[in-house]
């Protein structure tokens, strides 16, 4: 987190900056929620018509979920055996919460459609992401992080209709691939900390038990001003 922000700042500057040596009109803040594996909010800065109609846009985006453990995965392999699953946890009150939380910067390439119909425009998005990943679980007071980070893929439309002078209602549909990364932090809470990587003991039995994203699916409306 410490490094993303900076970064992602840093690019809003150099997105804004790059739209400004063009012209400082155009440009575009939002403020989206919605749905991307759990609620979700993002914050985005455009700078539409860099090239034509091609722009870049640059954004944050925040999302928190409930299902951060796969039901089917062991609870304690070699200890109860792999017919005790975490589902049989829960029900037993072994875990008593989970929950997913994750951080995402994008860089995006857009190409603006113009007009679909009075009022309403279309932008397609298509670019790079980074994430960082955390699953819990929760046993009475106890709660242990299960973190990871991920580089993946995401494409994408914005629909926007006008409301007032630069005040825009906007929409945005689309969907996150991520590449899963080979590495898993653990810290049970108490000031321990362990990193398994693949092909470590035990790696393979994490890997199934803690909900990492693959192909996430969002949905946004929030509002946007272009300046």
């Known amino acids: 987190m410490k490094k993303l922000l900076p970064m992602t700042l840093l690019t809003i500057a150099a997105t804004t900056a790059t739209a400004g040596a063009q012209s400082l009109s155009g440009v575009e803040l939002g403020l989206t929620g919605g749905y991307a594996g759990g609620l979700s909010g993002e914050f985005f800065v455009h700078a539409p018509n860099v090239a034509g109609p091609v722009g870049v846009k640059a954004g944050v985006a925040y999302s928190r979920g409930n299902n951060g453990l796969n039901d089917s995965a062991p609870y304690s392999p070699g200890l109860l055996g792999n017919s005790y699953t975490v589902a049989d946890a829960k029900r037993d009150g072994l875990i008593t919460s989970e929950g997913t939380t994750s951080t995402v910067g994008s860089l995006d390439a857009t190409y603006g459609l113009g007009e679909v119909t009075p009022g309403v425009d279309a932008t397609l998005y298509g670019g790079g992401r980074y994430g960082m990943f955390n699953a819990t679980e929760s046993s009475g007071s ?5 973190s990871s980070n991920a580089f993946g893929i995401g494409a994408g439309v914005m629909v926007s209709y006008a409301l007032t002078g630069g005040l ?5 549909l689309g969907v996150d691939q991520y ?4 590495t898993i932090t653990i810290n049970d809470g108490q000031g321990n900390v362990d990193r398994l990587s693949a092909g470590q003991a035990g790696y393979n039995d994490l890997d199934a038990r803690v909900v990492r994203p693959g192909t996430v699916f969002k949905a946004r409306i929030g509002l946007k001003t272009t300046f």
Not at 142 to 146: A, P
Not at 179 to 182: I, P, Q
């Open 142 to 146: 106890n709660t242990t992080t299960y």
């Open 168 to 172: 825009s209602l906007v929409g945005d």
């Open 179 to 182: 590449f899963r990364s080979n």
